[in-house]
């Protein structure tokens, strides 16, 4: 048994040599010494009940020992899951602003657990700038680090704006719309600055590069080196393809007015991708109106995926190379929708009971979802309208477009008729 090999009840050495807590050790030698008494009265030594009782102390020194150990690591160890406290002058201040302190606790609420803060100081800034109360709190919801940024850093960054900008008002609605594009790190000050003088060199107009900064700062943080390498691949890009040296200027602002991100993709990119287009056909004229109509987006494709499409496409509508190619100038985004997405909006015209003819004639119909083509077909259908029989440009378009043709059908229905024979009835 396990117990036979014990000591004697009376042998305490084993105890007396242990590291026990100082209480709990007298507390054991204690109910030894108990035993030991009773050993003593008995007229021979019973080991089994001196085991039984080591038994009952060991147990109570293991439970203990567990106990103490997973409490000194509560101690010794800081807890992750201990949260912060908030900063009272900060809530305390948002509030006096009316923002909304769940949005901003729900989002990113490690911003009101940081000290020191700047909140008056951030709200007297856009105040100066001409932002009212309601503008202020939401700015400061949308991105409510606003509060850490110092106030000579919102300084720099405000006169640095404003090299941009052509008034206080123009720059308090970009940060309205881009509060994260103003707010930016101090260290990307210089950076901003140095892509600023670039562009400006490029007698680009103020509103381009402003829009460029508000919605692609992470270009205007980068070195300009970078930026002018792009700029100067997208300007003999230009050339190559035909364009005119006096038009470029105009180009190239429309370009990055709706593509800022342009200028972060790489050249290698642009150059395969136009490589690839013109192997399969296009002219220059050609690859240069595409350019246009992709408004930059050629950059974010690639070779394969496009063969891939256009392969789809070819079969699918039963066309020629040639009338393939007219048919992507009218609809770009034949290039850059997958196969199973184009597939899907195949089925979805074909099942409504529209021709691949008229698929051919209105291809920019595949540029909507299935779902927006079938609500709109069953709209058009509810004024008697059958785009079996019909052309399918009254489908085409954003909803704004589609709103305005389908208000014309409406109108069209409930207008009385006006007979210009028929005589006037007057009252006698």
């Not at 305490?12 to 010494?33: A, D, G």
């Not at 908030?86 to 729900?106: F, G, T």
């Not at 930059?296 to 063969?307: D, F, K, Q």
Request: charged content about 20%; hydrophobic content about 40%; aromatic content about 8%.
């Amino acid at each position: 048994m396990l117990f036979v090999s014990l000591p004697r009840c009376h042998d305490l050495r084993f105890i007396r040599e242990s590291t026990l807590p100082h209480v709990l050790l007298r507390f054991t030698l204690t109910l030894w010494h108990i035993t030991c008494m009773q050993c003593k009265n008995s007229t021979a030594h019973r080991p089994v009940d001196c085991a039984n009782m080591l038994r009952l102390v060991t147990t109570s020194l293991c439970l203990y020992c567990q106990r103490a150990q997973v409490t000194s690591l509560l101690i010794t160890r800081p807890c992750s899951s201990i949260v912060q406290e908030e900063n009272p002058l900060a809530v305390s201040a948002l509030y006096d602003l009316s923002v909304d302190i769940s949005k901003v606790r729900k989002l990113k609420g490690w911003v009101l657990r940081q000290s020191p803060v700047y909140v008056n100081e951030t709200a007297a800034l856009l105040r100066d700038m001409g932002a009212s109360g309601p503008v202020i709190a939401r700015v400061l919801e949308l991105h409510p680090e606003a509060i850490l940024c110092k106030p000579d850093q919102m300084e720099a960054q405000k006169k640095l704006w404003m090299s941009v900008c052509t008034s206080q008002k123009d720059l308090v609605g970009i940060i309205e719309k881009f509060p994260t594009s103003f707010f930016s790190s101090s260290s990307d000050h210089d950076s901003q600055k140095a892509n600023i003088a670039y562009f400006q060199t490029l007698h680009l107009n103020k509103r381009v590069i402003s829009k460029l900064m508000a919605s692609a700062p992470q270009s205007f943080s980068r070195p300009a080196k970078q930026n002018e390498v792009m700029i100067q691949t997208l300007q003999k890009t230009y050339l190559d393809l035909g364009g005119k040296e006096d038009n470029m200027k105009t180009w190239l602002q429309k370009l990055l007015t709706q593509n800022p991100y342009v200028l972060l993709k790489l050249p290698e990119a642009l150059h395969d991708n136009l490589a690839f287009l013109r192997n399969v056909g296009f002219t220059g004229d050609e690859l240069l109106r595409l350019l246009s109509k992709l408004k930059g987006y050629v950059t974010e494709l690639n070779p394969e995926s496009m063969r891939l499409t256009l392969n789809y496409s070819q079969e699918t509508l039963g066309c020629t190379e040639a009338e393939l190619r007219q048919i992507v100038l009218q609809c770009p985004a034949l290039l850059y929708y997958s196969v199973p997405i184009l597939a899907d909006r195949f089925k979805g015209l074909l099942t409504a009971g529209v021709s691949m003819e008229q698929i051919m004639e209105t291809p920019t119909v595949l540029e909507l979802t299935t779902q927006i083509i079938q609500y709109r077909i069953q709209k058009l259908r509810s004024f008697g309208y059958d785009v079996r029989s019909g052309s399918l440009e009254v489908l085409d378009g954003t909803k704004k477009d589609f709103e305005m043709s389908y208000g014309k059908l409406h109108f069209r229905r409930e207008r009385p008729l006006f007979n210009p024979v028929a005589p006037l009835r007057t009252e006698d």
